[in-house]
């Protein structure tokens, strides 16, 4: 049972490029999550998808976009990479009931990207 | 505005002693609340979670946390420390209702000393 699948685990890339991260998770959830992880920051939520066809900006979306390309598959897009850019990123995954509430999240392993 | 709080960002103490790690929170509803582990090169991990119901609940590997209302926190607590437990440890809320978004602490990195 694979979870939530991240890749690449590593990239290093120039400032200007662009690149985008995959996610995949094989738990059936609705919902999907994309957050960057900064040393003494916390995970802050770049954007979010509720539901398959749907997605929400987070906390910190600017120089992002993501795509919901069904319902196991989340990417997010670096249009044009800038060293702020730089940090760890991961995918999450949950389920929302309307009498259990918010369920816990499962998170893959990371992303760790480097822009130069 | 909502927000989650964990005022120590390193916890150290000696193994076979008890640990705790303080999370308190600001929402306007009722909220739901976690805790996660991270291990170095990981993502992060449930540990446990307050729905409802009793103040104190149980989680993974020995750990147990307590609600407090009136004061809004959600400390994490284990009565004997281990070695291998010295890891990041994050504190999260989301809403009861109307949202799909959770918030999460800046963590807080406990070391268990041998």
């Known amino acids: 049972n694979a979870g939530v699948t991240q890749t690449p685990k590593f990239q290093v890339l120039k400032t200007g490029q662009s690149m985008t991260l995959q996610c995949a998770q094989d738990?059936?959830?609705?919902?999907m999550y994309w957050y960057r992880q900064d040393p003494g920051m916390g995970l802050r939520l770049i954007y979010y998808?509720?539901?398959?066809?749907?997605?929400d900006k987070g906390e910190v979306p600017n120089g992002y976009n993501v795509s919901r390309l069904n319902k196991r598959e989340f990417s997010l897009r670096l249009e044009s990479a800038a060293p702020s850019q730089t940090s760890v990123y991961f995918c999450?995954?949950?389920?929302?009931?309307?009498?259990?509430?918010?369920?816990?999240?499962?998170f893959g392993d990371g992303t760790r990207l480097s822009i130069l | 505005a909502q927000s989650v709080a964990q005022p120590e960002d390193q916890v150290n103490v000696a193994e076979g002693n008890p640990l705790t790690v303080k999370c308190t929170y600001s929402?306007?509803?009722?909220?739901?609340l976690f805790w996660y582990v991270q291990y170095p090169n990981r993502g992060l991990q449930f540990l446990l979670k307050?729905?409802?119901?009793?103040?104190l609940v149980k989680g993974s590997y020995g750990f147990e946390a307590e609600f407090n209302k009136s004061q809004t926190s959600f400390h994490l607590k284990k009565p004997s420390a281990l070695v291998s437990d010295s890891a990041l440890y994050f504190c999260?809320?989301?809403?009861?209702?109307?949202?799909?978004?959770?918030?999460f602490g800046t963590g807080t990195r406990l070391k268990v000393l041998a």
């Open positions: 999450a995954s949950s389920n929302h009931y309307r009498e259990r509430g918010n369920q816990p999240q499962h």
């Open positions: 738990m059936n959830h609705n919902s």
């Open positions: 998808s509720a539901s398959e066809g749907t997605t």
């Open positions: 929402v306007s509803g009722n909220p739901y």
């Open positions: 307050y729905i409802t119901g009793d103040n």
């Open positions: 999260a809320v989301s809403l009861t209702s109307g949202t799909y978004k959770y918030i």
